[in-house]
């Protein structure tokens, strides 16, 4: 028998519990060449498979269903045919607006020799993250933990039995080959081994921490907030603002976690930071000047290039991020980044029934990255006057090269009164100036077109509901109420049936599953929807509350949806922030809230002894933990007063 090295790695997972996972170079393994001692496993014919993605109610899924992959959706019976068959399931993950994901279709998944390899040897399953997320999550861990990065397209082949073996994102075609082909020898030769060997790392899975209790230990919150902003600090581009040094995410969670500290306690280094980031968010790349809203990311450290992709879920945190911001500082310019922000998802993103919907592509109608929101320097020469055009190349730095392809994006080089001191003009002439260039670029985007992603998910509408909400109290927010309110019937609905959230719903059918993040940022939208507006609606709020508990809280942690298959079915006492505030933080914040408003002790016993909990990990990794240490903060805040 060819002699086996096993690779194994031991990693801190998000939740910061050592965990042994195979390592996903298993090609590596000495047993490549095949060998015959060991069971090849039993495999039982069935009717072909066929492409069962064509006209997919979900945008991203059709877009696939002209693929020679014989692509199938997300379900458990696709296991049960993987037993019959002694087949590896292989699961490729992405959404509608991401670039990798289409690239990824166009080189391979479009590729015959490629399909061929794929629907010969494996079941191929392709799913939408965005009717996924729980699966999403799972996905990402395993590849993060195995690769030491994490992205989208999300690929990974789990066993019949539902344990994931290898994980990987993005694979040029030939490498996607050679893996599918080697992959697929050893599993002929090896079967047997690697179902062990695949759930031998997921058995040895440390269980999550129990709680303590309700009885937090005093001053914990205030010690943990301080932690992390010292952490924050140490992460901090001074330079730039944001944190890390490679590409620049807004980090939301972590913001709003900072700004409640400061807004208690006067520390400067923690305010500069804040301002900082603040500013280059909404001044450079990360943000568009012309249509208004922000992309998801930039990948450098400046903020001058952005993903251009435009998801619910960045703006509709964002804009209520610039709401308290501008409360807290003082600062008018906060609020109508805010605005504009509400405004673009009003223009851009809103459905006739008053929802948002999940994202604009990142990819023009002609394929082309950034092509919507890109400007050739011809084309502003005729467009714009040449006063304007003057105006313009100083505010926006528009003397050099583009460094983009497609052409300038514009970006704050100089504020209104450089500019005004630069030219000889006066800050009004230049403030309306770029204001009349703006409405011309608008107007010139009418003939250019962007793909979107059209599907109402709850969690991310219960976002928009909250940040909506907040907005309705600002001077003259009477739209943005409406607009709240809006939002709200819908989810009311069409989303809240016979007492559960649904994640969507497409011609009056339930799509994807609803998770833990669904009833969470639900429940926070229309908190402050019945809190500002409408009390009678903390009845039903507490219902979606309770309900949620219900699903996914036991004494063994939190779980991230329901009947989850084995390899991704592990409960967690700490869920960590990503891109989404941590649905389990959210949820027992807003839980705490509602419990206090309504004098349920039963609930607010509950909430704190979730909350808790993973003490050494909220002291010694706070980062990724910032809700929840922020929810602990603010609860004992209260209770001081």
């Not at 069962?52 to 899924?61: F, G, I």
């Not at 303590?212 to 001074?238: F, M, T």
């Not at 460094?403 to 002439?429: D, F, W």
Request: hydrophobic fraction near 40%; charged fraction near 20%.
């Amino acid at each position: 028998m060819t002699n086996m090295i096993i690779h194994y790695v031991y990693i801190k997972a998000w939740r910061k519990r050592v965990v042994p996972l195979l390592l996903t170079s298993i090609l590596l393994l000495a047993y490549v060449l095949g060998d015959n001692s060991y069971s090849k496993g039993t495999s039982h014919s069935s009717p072909q498979l066929q492409n069962t993605l064509n006209n997919h109610p979900s945008p991203y899924l059709a877009l696939h269903g002209s693929d020679p992959v014989t692509w199938q959706s997300w379900s458990n019976k696709i296991f049960e045919r993987a037993r019959q068959e002694n087949k590896l399931v292989y699961v490729s993950i992405g959404y509608f607006s991401c670039h990798w994901c289409h690239v990824m279709q166009r080189e391979s998944y479009k590729n015959p020799a490629i399909a061929a390899i794929l629907n010969k040897n494996f079941i191929p399953v392709k799913v939408d993250r965005e009717l996924h997320p729980a699966l999403d999550t799972r996905l990402l861990e395993f590849i993060q933990s195995t690769r030491g990065y994490s992205g989208w397209p999300a690929n990974v082949f789990i066993t019949p039995e539902g344990y994931p073996l290898i994980g990987m994102v993005y694979v040029r075609p030939k490498n996607f080959r050679a893996i599918l082909s080697k992959l697929s020898m050893q599993w002929k030769s090896g079967s047997t081994a690697l179902r062990k060997m695949a759930k031998a790392a997921r058995s040895k899975q440390v269980d999550p921490e129990k709680s303590k209790g309700p009885n937090i230990q005093i001053g914990l919150g205030e010690k943990y907030i301080k932690n992390l902003a010292k952490v924050s600090l140490e992460r901090a581009d001074d330079m730039n603002g944001g944190f890390g040094q490679k590409a620049k995410f807004p980090n939301v969670s972590q913001l709003n976690a900072l700004l409640s500290y400061v807004r208690r306690n006067n520390n400067q280094a923690v305010k500069s930071i804040l301002k900082l980031t603040l500013d280059r968010m909404a001044s450079q790349g990360l943000y568009d000047h012309i249509r208004g809203g922000f992309f998801r990311y930039t990948v450098d450290t400046q903020w001058q290039t952005p993903h251009f992709e435009k998801m619910l879920y960045d703006n509709a945190q964002l804009a209520e991020l610039y709401i308290v911001a501008s409360q807290y500082f003082k600062n008018a310019h906060y609020e109508k980044v805010a605005r504009d922000t509400l405004d673009f998802m009003l223009r851009d993103m809103r459905d006739q029934t008053g929802a948002l919907i999940a994202s604009l592509s990142a990819l023009d109608d002609k394929g082309q990255e950034g092509g919507y929101y890109l400007w050739q320097a011809k084309f502003l020469a005729t467009l714009l006057t040449k006063w304007e055009l003057m105006v313009v190349t100083e505010a926006w730095s528009l003397q050099n090269t583009p460094s983009l392809q497609g052409g300038y994006l514009p970006v704050i080089s100089l504020n209104n009164t450089e500019v005004a001191q630069k030219l000889g003009l006066k800050v009004e002439q230049v403030i309306s100036t770029i204001a009349q260039v703006k409405l011309k670029l608008l107007h010139a985007q009418k003939d250019r077109r962007l793909p979107k992603d059209g599907k109402l998910l709850a969690a991310w509408n219960g976002l928009a509901l909250r940040s909506f909400s907040l907005a309705g109290q600002l001077d003259n927010g009477i739209k943005y109420k409406r607009a709240a309110k809006k939002i709200r019937d819908y989810i009311v609905k069409h989303l809240w049936r016979n007492g559960n959230l649904v994640r969507s719903v497409v011609s009056s059918k339930p799509l994807g599953t609803a998770s833990l993040q669904d009833y969470a940022q639900v429940s926070r939208g229309l908190y402050v929807w019945a809190k500002l507006y409408s009390p009678q609606d903390l009845i039903l709020l507490k219902k979606i509350i309770l309900r949620g508990w219900e699903l996914f809280y036991s004494q063994r942690g939190w779980q991230l949806a329901k009947n989850m298959v084995p390899g991704f079915s592990a409960r967690e006492a700490l869920i960590s922030d990503r891109a989404l505030p941590s649905p389990s933080a959210s949820l027992i914040q807003v839980s705490l809230k509602i419990a206090q408003l309504k004098g349920d002790t039963a609930l607010l016993s509950l909430a704190k002894s979730a909350l808790n909990v993973e003490n050494n990990t909220l002291a010694g990794d706070p980062w990724w933990f910032a809700t929840h240490i922020q929810t602990l903060y603010e609860l004992q805040l209260i209770k001081k007063k």
